[in-house]
């Protein structure tokens, strides 16, 4: 039943109901019988004609009835999928196009003015290569999505250690922790062994780090811990930042969804960071939630399969 489309399930459903039906009125032919017995009467045999052919149109009816209605719900599908896939490609052309024109404006810039000061060039310089490698980063988490959507069965499990790979994120943004006045503790357990796929495991905790550093405030503290379940480790990342209003939590999730674009670009976000980290733990069989607590800052939970 799993595998069978919306109109089938129903139609098996309603014929079975009907076959059951039928079966008992048949054998049983009123409510004062109290066993069955068998066809005496022609009557009987014409009863159970009557009942096959009833079925037999009912079914046909169903069946096409069915039929269409699963047509529709693909329709509707594919209409669907069409639009998130315009939408998906004007949002990245969109994306693209604002690093693409900045590295032209600057390189422009430098190949029309050879008298240029060298400290001057200098900056520009430094702008291209700033706004190139937002470029890549922007092309890494495209082609990441890509991969989790349409090429999964190329994502190889292994045998991941969760503690050690937090400890090594922890470790590669202790500058920006440190920059921007923040405290990160970690509360994972030693040895936490998941069998996962490493890069996106890794994509969940970074992306999560990065998006409390970025975006939590100067001065804020971020918790994360973990709690072990019989099938599945449930996971808590919280800070006590700024947050953000309720209204915007539901959409956090999606791809290129921003609260305030100038802001995000700025802080080098491609908007595509916690779309990432869902579609990463839903790959690893487990759920994220987000909440804003009374306190303040932002808070997530989420599972991942052992």
Known sequence: MRNLSEGRKMWLSVMA??????????????YDRKFIMPFHEVSD???LLFSLVVMAGLGFLLFRYAK???ERISREQAEKENRMRRELTQNIAHELKTPVA?????????????????????????????????????????????????????????????????????QE?????????????????????????????YSIFRNLTDNAINYAGRGATIKVSAEQDPNSWHFTFQDNG??????????IFERFYRLDKGRSRDMGGTG???????????MHGGNITVTTPDGGGLTFEFTIRK
């Open 68 to 70: 269409q209605m699963d």
């Open 102 to 170: 900045s590295i032209l404006g600057y390189t422009d810039t430098i190949l029309d003015s050879p008298d240029m000061a060298e400290e001057v060039k200098q900056q520009f310089i430094v702008r291209t290569n700033a706004q190139a490698r937002r470029l890549t980063t922007l092309l890494q988490d495209i082609s990441t999505l890509n991969r989790m959507d349409y090429a999964k069965d190329m994502i190889t499990m292994e045998r991941v250690n969760v503690s050690l790979l937090f400890a090594d994120i922890a």
């Open 17 to 30: 109901v009907f076959l059951v039906y039928a079966t008992i009125f048949i054998l049983f032919e009123d």
């Open 173 to 201: 943004t202790s500058f920006a922790l440190e920059h921007r006045q923040m405290r990160l503790h970690n509360y994972l357990p030693q040895d936490i062994i998941i069998h996962g796929n490493y890069s996106l495991l």
């Open 45 to 47: 045999w014409h009863l």
């Open 272 to 282: 595509l960071g916690l779309a990432i980290v869902k579609n990463a733990v839903l």
């Open 242 to 251: 700024i947050g953000i209003p309720a209204p915007h939590l539901p959409r």
